[in-house]
């Protein structure tokens, strides 16, 4: 390579060689060693290329389709441990979504935050015209291109470049690509060469390293990717894999009767969202809500690409774009999105048996001819994934050390409630921990904490009161230009819609909030509290939200009023408003009460529910003008048992000294004081029973400070 390129080296990352190319096939880089374990011990961590921007083409500089990518070590379907690169979201840091144009940056955004991942890449999107040959396991430790790779790259004439890794090359094309097959193997000699291909819902590495030492341009190959995809993928896309066979009979004998299966079918009202147009599910995203609708309707019509053309001519998502020419060959838009949803179809309606016919291995076994060996086989659901197991090694890669917010009381990535009954003030205890947030030293808990400069919080008020936050805000003197929040103050936000849901992912992704705030969880929705199936998919869908973005989400929530009879403090989890889904997806449950009803304003915050950690000790609070005022915690007060009035008693009935047993007993029922606690008051104060004057003498108690005794005494009890 030349010297005067500018290197970007990702953070932490072993550094590789860099020699340059030999002999037009010969280079150097770093090879992928032991990036594969199956006996559950970690794999050792794979190096990575530094960055070379000057010799990445132009063109490819000007898409805004740039992410990030960092390794990261998780186990396959069979448990094997494996070094993977899931990509990176270059503004906010959080994954990013190879269909999901909102999670792409700018290349310069992408360089500029290299140093914190592990190298950059570019996703291809139907609106570039781009497709990727992707070569792996393809040059030796001694930098030797291999010969099958050779004649592919010789056959191609584009740019292409060493993948991260070293072992693997890269190669951009313009042009058309074939429909059918994406992935093969057993290339080579070794049978390790895999060669795949796409030109869209996926992403390249890019690291500069040109594989020629005069990086070429990424030239028209139509042509050239045909007879290429011919040679490698011998199966067009009309056919399904040979492990699915396609239906002997048409699957439907109208379009209306696909339109009413599909509708019909568990997926059913995601379905009819997007036939009439609406891609509030997708985020508003009109190309992933196509991409969206045609997958549905490969699984419906059996792959067959002319059928699905025409019914989504019939559908709300039918635009102009859907018509455009997207290849130099003539391809439309509506063509790639049509041969792309076909060929990632693994699953297919079959009208005989009216179940799915699975292409895929569900623990290990295969559903073949529409069988169904269990209900779960049988359910239509073109979306529905295959389940894989993994080993409890691979979850201390897989599953990174838990974060917290205030330790022990917030986490972040989970889903925290605040729950209290009317008046005790629960609304106001979140903003006081949202002040602390932004401008506090230390948490209620006298635990340090450091504000990050510019920090924002996003606050939803569901419930009308966004007017009361405000207040508070200034009578506080709040930070408040670092609130996020609707700009319409009379606007009360629900998860359940689309737009809401779109404002509040993009707010996250532009202001980046360690906290955000839901207040309250029974105005965010639409679905009955009781109801478990209802409330079940909003608190995953908040949970989701959570752990996505790894930050504290926070929900305000109400409780039911106590039983008669029955006091409201201390608070039980059973006390949670509505359906138990509601405390299942919360991993830490505060409460807000009043311990003792004779002191009002001492209030107290509880932590009932923590799957985490330990729980913490309570934390007392006073509401004043200024917020709550922290301290120590109120106690409840003790309740009076039977045996503290026995004690009290017998106290009293021994002051003088020692008595009669059968004289303090008869007092004692005069008072109503059972013998059970008698019994425990005599061993509280240590009373000695002793009796007088031989064996026919009498019992007398002697207080346990009473050490003189006259005559014969043998120890007794109660009778």
């Not at 050792?44 to 990030?68: A, G, Y």
């Not at 094997?80 to 940056?105: C, F, I, M, Q, V």
């Not at 169904?372 to 201390?396: G, H, N, S």
């Not at 007392?620 to 004690?647: F, I």
Request: aromatic letters at 8%.
């Amino acid at each position: 390579m030349k010297n005067s390129l500018v290197e970007i080296t990702p953070q932490s990352q072993p550094q590789a060689p860099d020699n340059g190319h030999l002999n037009g096939h010969h280079l150097n880089g770093t090879a992928e060693s032991h990036a594969h374990s199956s006996n559950g011990h970690a794999p050792t961590k794979p190096s990575s290329l530094p960055i070379h921007p000057d010799n990445i083409p132009d063109e490819l500089k000007q898409l805004p389709q740039w992410v990030c990518w960092k390794w990261e070590l998780r186990a396959d379907s069979k448990g094997a441990l494996k070094w993977t690169k899931p990509l990176h979201n270059a503004r906010t840091g959080h994954y990013a979504d190879s269909t999901r144009a909102e999670t792409w940056a700018a290349f310069e955004e992408a360089l500029a935050a290299a140093p914190r991942f592990d190298g950059i890449g570019v996703v291809f999107s139907p609106d570039d015209p781009h497709a990727g040959v992707d070569l792996d396991n393809c040059i030796d430790a001694g930098g030797v291109l291999a010969p099958w790779a050779a004649d592919i790259v010789a056959q191609l004439d584009t740019y292409a470049e060493v993948s991260p890794s070293g072992t693997g090359l890269k190669l951009w094309v313009k042009g058309a690509l074939p429909p059918g097959g994406r992935s093969k193997g057993g290339r080579g000699e070794d049978g390790r060469g895999k060669v795949e291909v796409f030109n869209m819902g996926r992403y390249f590495t890019v690291t500069g390293h040109s594989f020629d030492e005069v990086p070429k341009r990424i030239n028209e190959r139509s042509e050239q990717l045909a007879v290429l995809h011919k040679r490698i993928f011998d199966k067009p896309i009309s056919q399904p894999p040979a492990s699915s066979p396609t239906p002997s009979t048409p699957v439907a004998s109208d379009d209306a009767e696909i339109i009413r299966l599909a509708s019909d079918s568990k997926s059913g009202p995601k379905f009819s969202r997007l036939w009439h147009g609406d891609t509030g599910d997708y985020d508003a995203d009109q190309s992933r809500a196509d991409a969206a609708l045609c997958q549905m309707l490969a699984f419906w019509t059996a792959r067959d690409t002319a059928r699905m053309d025409a019914l989504f001519r019939q559908s709300g998502l039918m635009r102009d774009k859907w018509n455009k020419r997207h290849r130099a060959d003539g391809a439309t838009y509506g063509q790639m999105t049509v041969e792309s949803a076909a060929a990632n179809c693994n699953e297919v309606y079959s009208p005989s048996s009216g179940a799915a016919q699975r292409t895929t291995a569900i623990l290990g076994r295969s559903m073949q001819n529409g069988s169904a060996p269990d209900k779960a086989a049988t359910a239509a659901d073109p979306e529905r994934e295959p389940f894989t197991f993994t080993t409890d090694a691979a979850l201390d890669d897989c599953l990174s050390e838990i974060e917290w917010l205030w330790p022990s009381y917030i986490p972040k990535g989970f889903l925290t409630m605040v729950a209290g009954d009317q008046d005790q003030g629960k609304s106001t205890v979140v903003q006081g921990l949202c002040d602390i947030v932004l401008r506090g030293t230390s948490w209620p808990d006298g635990q340090a904490w450091a504000p990050a400069p510019d920090t924002n919080l996003l606050w939803i008020d569901t419930e009308g009161s966004i007017a009361l936050f405000h207040q508070r805000a200034k009578a506080w003197g709040m930070p408040r230009g670092r609130f996020i929040l609707p700009s319409d103050p009379l606007q009360e936000l629900t998860i359940d819609n689309a737009v809401n849901w779109l404002w509040i992912e993009r707010a996250i992704e532009k202001f980046a909030p360690p906290m955000v705030v839901i207040d309250a969880l029974s105005g965010a929705h639409g679905s009955t509290e009781n109801g478990s199936d209802e409330m079940k998919p909003v608190m995953k869908k908040l949970a989701a939200l959570a752990q996505r973005y790894n930050i504290a989400v926070v929900v305000v929530h109400h409780l039911n009023k106590p039983a008669p009879g029955v006091a409201s403090y201390p608070v039980s989890i059973h006390r949670l408003r509505g359906s138990t889904a509601i405390s299942q997806y919360c991993r830490s449950i505060l409460t807000v009460g009043t311990p003792d009803p004779a002191h009002p304003d001492a209030r107290r915050l509880d932590v009932i529910k923590l799957n985490l950690a330990r729980k913490p000790a309570p934390v007392g609070y006073e509401l004043t003008d200024q917020g709550p005022a922290w301290g120590e915690a109120p106690e409840p007060p003790k309740e009076r048992r039977a045996v503290d009035d026995a004690v009290d008693f017998l106290e009293i009935a021994l002051a003088t000294g020692p008595r009669p047993a059968q004289e303090v007993q008869d007092e004692a029922k005069a008072h109503k004081i059972g013998g059970n606690a008698l019994r425990d008051a005599l061993k509280v104060l240590k009373v000695k029973p002793r009796r007088e004057g031989g064996t026919n003498g009498r019992w007398f108690w002697f207080p346990a400070t009473y050490s003189t005794v006259k005559g014969d005494v043998e120890e007794g009890g109660v009778e």
